[in-house]
Nanobody, 125 residues
Framework: QVQLVQSGGGLVQHGGSLRLSCAASGGTFSNYAMGWFRQAPGKEREFITGISRRGNGISYVDSVRGRFTISRDNAKNTVDLKMNSLKPEDTAVYLC??????????????????WGLGTQVSVSS
């Protein structure tokens, strides 16, 4: 069973950049497809990007494609989310999640049994 510990996040101005990191322990990290989700106040949790077990399959939702970059390092047991050109509408709690059942990252949150605690990202206008 893997534990996920998140770091990064904070407050940034419109157009700024942030990096989130998610460190895994207690499991074989390369057995997990990893996803990043976010949840804004009053809204449902949404999938924004995911990466396959080996890192060769990546997907993004349209709202972040071209601005966000997901990457993973299976030797270091980490998955990162680099966020550029941030907008106020990116303000949310960001969560990393692990899925041991699929090779490719799934978009449905219910496919992920393991979750980080979340980190706040706030973008001022």
């Amino acid at each position: 069973q893997v534990q996920l510990v998140q770091s990064g996040g904070g407050l940034v101005q419109h157009g700024g950049s942030l990096r989130l990191s998610c460190a895994a322990s207690g499991g074989t990290f390369s057995n997990y497809a990893m996803g990043w989700f976010r949840q804004a106040p009053g809204k449902e949790r949404e999938f924004i990007t995911g990466i396959s077990r080996r890192g060769n399959g990546i997907s993004y939702v349209d709202s972040v494609r071209g601005r966000f970059t997901i990457s993973r390092d299976n030797a270091k047991n980490t998955v990162d989310l680099k966020m550029n050109s941030l907008k106020p509408e990116d303000t949310a709690v960001y969560l990393c999640a692990g899925d041991p059942y699929h090779e490719l990252a799934q978009t449905n949150e219910h496919d992920y049994p393991y979750w980080g605690l979340g980190t706040q990202v706030s973008v001022s206008s």
